[in-house]
């Protein structure tokens, strides 16, 4: 046998990366465009974990999904949905299998980084009113101000009633802004150390200027407020005690570069997995495997409170949709397995320095898999096992999928983790599939269009699976 030259040896031993749009068709490309206008559709619609919600549940019931119920009997191919609290979703399609042979999970989270409104929002200072506000997950606090804001939320009155607040969305509503100082005047600020840029309780929302004219006294332009907001929603200054008013950036989901080929938009942390998985489940029929949906609140401050999923919720859904089989939750999770869907750091270019370019995720590189998160000595991960990535491997590959590996930046330098611990800790493979996402948790977050796509196909390979 002639020996192997070394271009041989490399094509079969060394591994090769290739840009998704060189390895997709023209007809697949098309097909990843137009999934990624549904996409867009769906960020602009969905911008907090509310809205998300129930949006999910609109498009899981026009897919034929009814309301779980661990009183009734289910077979192979129902479809269900269970909604905790307006918060988060589980969606499942039963599948031909015994449920004892374990689920398949998707996992993804449809809060995202934010400023809520606090319990006293109210108040006027100079002649202008404002909402204080206290911020929602991990955000770098100088890239809020001078953003246009939108507010989304409830409001619960003193008498139990509620009221649904969406307003800056409408192209003839108002929106919202949080200040910044002019340059001219910002030496000062400059010394600052750059996490305090803009301090926490300077992130300020202007709300209004202009005073109420019948009267006089102190407080007029919040008086005026008030007043507005009483004719618009029925509401009184201490009802907000009892709100949910959420401000997000105000701007529509764009196609970005003259190619088209990138999204920018907020919130794709992580309604990029949420719409993706989402897809994938409501495109299932009849399925070999029972498939499991979670589309969960809270990630972004750890997934602590009864709709984050350090909660019971996701382990007494399983329970009670194993007892309808007469089967216990236990014995369905030891055998199940779960993509831990969020997103990743993809490289960027014009910042280097914190990534190991080997281990990081590339734009256009297809969807992220990654073995462990945490930070330092992988603290918080729940890591893996190299046989589940290796199931995961051969899955993908069989299917085609675009693909690529990930760790969050250098070793030493941060670190992050997702929802992937929490499920594994109830005895389920579990590992972290996701899009590569630059600017993570700023206002206006960018993925490629290929990943976005990669990642639908990822997730519908798993739960076809
Ligand atoms: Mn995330
Ligand atoms: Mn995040």
Redesign the pocket.
Known sequence: MAKETAKELKERLLSKKKNAILRMDDSEVKECDKFCEGYKRFLDVAKTEREAAAEIVRMAKAHGFVEFSAKNRYKAGDKVYSLNREKSVILAVIGKQPIENGVNLVAAHID??RLDMKQNPVYEKDEVAYFKTHYY??IKKYQWPTVPLSLHGVVIRADGSKVTVNIGEDENDPVFCVSDLLPHLADSQYKRPSNQLIKGEELNIMIGSRPFRDDEGSDLVKLNIMLILNEKYGIVEDDLISAELEAVPAFKAKDVGFDRSLVGAYGQ??RVCAYTELMAVLGLKDPDRTAVAILTDK??TGSDGNTGLRSAYLRYFIADLASTFGVKGRDVLRKSRCLSA??NAAFDPTFPDVFEKRNSALLNGGVCVTKYTGSRGKSGTSDASAEFVGEVRRLLDANGVIWQTGELGKVDIGG?GTVAAYIANLDVDTIDVGVPVIS??APFEITAKADVWAAFRAFEAFVNN
Request: glycine share 24%.
């Open positions: 995202s980084p997950g991990g942390d992580d990630e972004e969020d997103v992050g993570m948790h």
